[in-house]
C-alpha cells in the first residue's frame, strides 16, 4: 500500500505560481511512475505531467508545456508540480498518481487549484 497526501492548492491570480507536493508513505520501494492529473467541474479528469521514479525526461500536456514542471525529491518520497503562468482555464482539483512495478494505481485526495482572471 502507498498512502499519498497532497497539498499546495488554492487562490491565485492569473499569471501567478503555485507549486503542488505529493508526499508518498508506505511501499514506496516499489514506485515506478508518478503523475499529476486534474478535473475541472463537469469535465473529466485529464493527464498534466508524469515522470519515472528512475529518471529520464519528464512528459507534459500540451496545454501545460513551457509552464509546468514536475519533479521529484526521492529522499523524501515526494513528487512536485511548480506551476507558473497559471490561466484561469488551469483551475481544477489536482490529483496525483502513483503507480508500482505490479501496475497498482493509487491516487491522492486531490487539491483544488483556483485562477481568477
Known amino acids: 500500500q502507498v498512502q499519498l497526501v497532497e497539498s499546495g492548492g488554492g487562490l491565485v491570480q492569473a499569471g501567478g505560481s503555485l507549486r503542488l507536493s505529493c508526499a508518498a508513505s508506505?511501499?514506496?520501494?516499489?514506485?515506478?511512475?508518478m503523475g499529476w492529473f486534474r478535473q475541472a467541474p463537469g469535465k473529466e479528469r485529464e493527464f498534466v505531467a508524469g515522470?519515472?521514479?528512475?529518471?529520464?525526461?519528464?512528459s507534459y500536456a500540451d496545454s501545460v508545456k513551457g509552464r509546468f514542471t514536475v519533479s521529484s525529491d526521492n529522499a523524501k518520497d515526494t513528487v512536485y508540480l511548480q506551476m507558473n503562468s497559471l490561466k484561469p482555464e488551469d483551475t481544477a482539483v489536482y490529483y496525483c498518481?502513483?503507480?508500482?512495478?505490479?501496475?497498482?494505481?493509487?491516487w491522492g485526495q486531490g487539491t483544488q487549484v483556483t485562477v481568477s482572471s
Open positions: 508506505g511501499r514506496t520501494f516499489t514506485t515506478y511512475y
Open positions: 498518481k502513483w503507480v508500482t512495478y505490479g501496475a497498482t494505481a493509487y
Open positions: 515522470m519515472y521514479w528512475s529518471g529520464g525526461m519528464p
